[in-house]
């Protein structure tokens, strides 16, 4: 990400970055370069959003980086009104995905996050699943013109894809069931349907959804859906893209609770089914 931003800042003096208290030691280089474009404006998440926004009024291009719960729901009325209301371009950038800040409790999780912003019209949602998945859909959304959320983990995937924006990439192909993943849940699901016939469709790209390649690679009467955020986030564009078609849909994904376990990431994934093991169980039953 550091590599993308600091190259964007770079080139195009009508960019301007805007730190939230995280990350400012991997940017010092680039803040003490460019000290009128590159700020930490600390914690004060509506605040800089509105800070952005104002620059984004004038011409300029703002990026904002923060933590996921900090930026789409603490500032989920800058978002809203400032950006997509006035109908102005920015990037918005955040760390900890779904449950990366694990040990830090509930206040730093955030499983709601593509279903909330999903809520807001012309809304960009890219959920990477890897560095290099980002760099190809950050170079590609930057400076388009339009409010875009880039969804990040430190839980990246091993394996790589490659990806293009508002498109979805066939990863497996098989017969008996269409299986829908997103950003770092590939590898589980990879491994989960290793040896099962089922098709397997990944997406990088949330909003815009894809439903051609949906559409296209609907195999059966049964899709499957595997969620790194809250379960049911995809359900209505599923029905959306098999309109016409009698399907059974399924899945897993963050339940919608309160998560009151503590623990590491992958403690709380093997506590909600979402390893590989557990989406194999789950896959093969609705298989039956």
């Given at each position: 990400?550091?590599?993308?931003?600091?190259?964007?800042?770079?080139?195009?003096?009508?960019?301007?970055?805007?730190?939230?208290?995280?990350?400012?030691?991997?940017?010092?280089?680039?803040?003490?370069?460019?000290?009128?474009?590159?700020?930490?404006?600390?914690?004060?998440?509506?605040?800089?959003?509105?800070?952005?926004?104002?620059?984004?009024?004038?011409?300029?291009?703002?990026?904002?980086?923060?933590?996921?719960?900090?930026?789409?729901?603490?500032?989920?009325?800058?978002?809203?009104?400032?950006?997509?209301?006035?109908?102005?371009?920015?990037?918005f950038i955040t760390t900890g995905a779904s449950y990366d800040f694990s040990t830090l409790g509930y206040s730093h999780y955030c499983a709601e996050d593509v279903a909330t912003l999903k809520t807001l019209p012309g809304m960009e949602i890219l959920v990477p699943g890897t560095p290099g998945q980002f760099t190809a859909l950050f170079e590609t959304c930057a400076r388009n013109g339009r409010a875009s959320y880039f969804r990040m983990t430190d839980h990246c995937n091993k394996m790589e894809v490659d990806v293009e924006f508002g498109k979805a990439s066939v990863v497996k192909r098989g017969s008996k069931v269409t299986v829908i993943t997103f950003a770092e849940m590939l590898d589980a699901v990879v491994g989960a349907c290793a040896d099962l016939d089922v098709t397997v469709l990944y997406y990088t790209t949330a909003e815009p959804f894809d439903y051609r390649t949906l559409r296209e690679n609907l195999v059966g009467d049964r899709v499957f859906v595997c969620e790194p955020f809250y379960e049911g986030t995809f359900c209505q564009d599923v029905l959306k893209a098999v309109s016409g078609r009698a399907v059974k849909i399924g899945g897993v994904g963050v339940p919608r609770e309160i998560m009151r376990s503590y623990g590491t990431k992958r403690d709380k994934d093997m506590n909600l089914g979402l390893t590989a093991k557990g989406i194999r169980a789950k896959i093969q039953a609705f298989i039956c």
């Open positions: 990400m550091k590599n993308s931003v600091s190259r964007m800042i770079a080139c195009y003096e009508d960019t301007v970055f805007f730190l939230i208290d995280i990350g400012v030691y991997a940017f010092q280089d680039v803040m003490k370069k460019y000290p009128g474009r590159v700020k930490n404006i600390g914690i004060f998440e509506p605040g800089t959003i509105g800070i952005a926004a104002g620059t984004a009024l004038t011409g300029m291009i703002p990026t904002i980086y923060g933590i996921s719960p900090f930026i789409v729901q603490r500032a989920l009325e800058q978002i809203k009104l400032d950006f997509i209301y006035q109908a102005v371009g920015g990037n």
